[in-house]
């Protein structure tokens, strides 16, 4: 509480615990509630200005219609723990960024810029911008087996549908996780923290 106070500058009202269990919207809140502003919003091509005018390859994760909210909060943590750029969600489909995706993403969410557009009209801007467009599907080449160490952008589709047709097309490459143990696919989370990973070794390959 006191690096709040001294860092931050925050005004603090102590309260019992009986008022922040109310408060709390997802019934987790370690003793201390904040309120603060809504970060501010950012279009596709933005995101893209932004990444690439940081000189290093950029690196976005499409995510369309995920339903599940701890899905997407992991997608958030792996996608900070990996350096990416932006995640990219549709406007009307899938989950939005709740309490429950916050505080699953352990931080993702506030570092790692969340962009509400199109899913078609962000591959469009992407494709225009040089970056190559990588879907996610079990029937795909192992990601291993592929150059992933440009400007590059992960497709994650639903967790029962899957990557849609439309989507599909839009890619330059599907790639999938080889699976043992009769396994035909893994959970979107866990797919999208193999795929990201696997970029950051060609990296750091590619660097040494």
């Given at each position: 509480m006191r690096q709040i106070i001294e860092l931050g500058g925050a005004r603090?009202?102590?309260v019992d615990r009986q008022m922040l269990d109310r408060m709390s919207v997802t019934g987790v809140h370690n003793g201390v509630i904040a309120e603060a502003e809504p970060f501010p919003e950012m279009t596709v091509s933005e995101a893209i200005e932004t990444a690439i005018r940081g000189g290093r390859d950029?690196?976005?994760v499409l995510v369309d219609e995920v339903q599940y909210e701890h899905n997407l909060g992991a997608i958030l943590r792996s996608s900070l723990g990996a350096g990416v750029d932006a995640v990219i969600i549709p406007v009307q489909r899938g989950k939005g960024i709740t309490p429950v995706v916050h505080r699953?993403?352990?931080g993702g969410?506030?570092?790692v810029p969340v962009v509400r557009e199109g899913i078609s009209s962000a591959l469009a801007q992407l494709h225009r911008a040089g970056f190559l467009i990588v879907g996610a599907d079990m029937d795909g080449a192992a990601p291993w087996d592929l150059p992933l160490s440009g400007c590059v952008a992960f497709v994650l589709g639903g967790e029962d549908k899957g990557l849609t047709d439309p989507v599909r097309k839009r890619c330059d490459h599907?790639?999938?996780?080889?699976l043992a143990g009769g396994l035909e696919s893994l959970n979107v989370s866990v797919t999208a923290g193999v795929l990201l990973f696997e970029r950051v070794?060609?990296?750091a390959a590619r660097s040494g």
């Open positions: 603090v009202l102590r950029a690196c976005f699953v993403s352990m969410a506030e570092a599907i790639v999938g996780v080889p070794r060609q990296q």
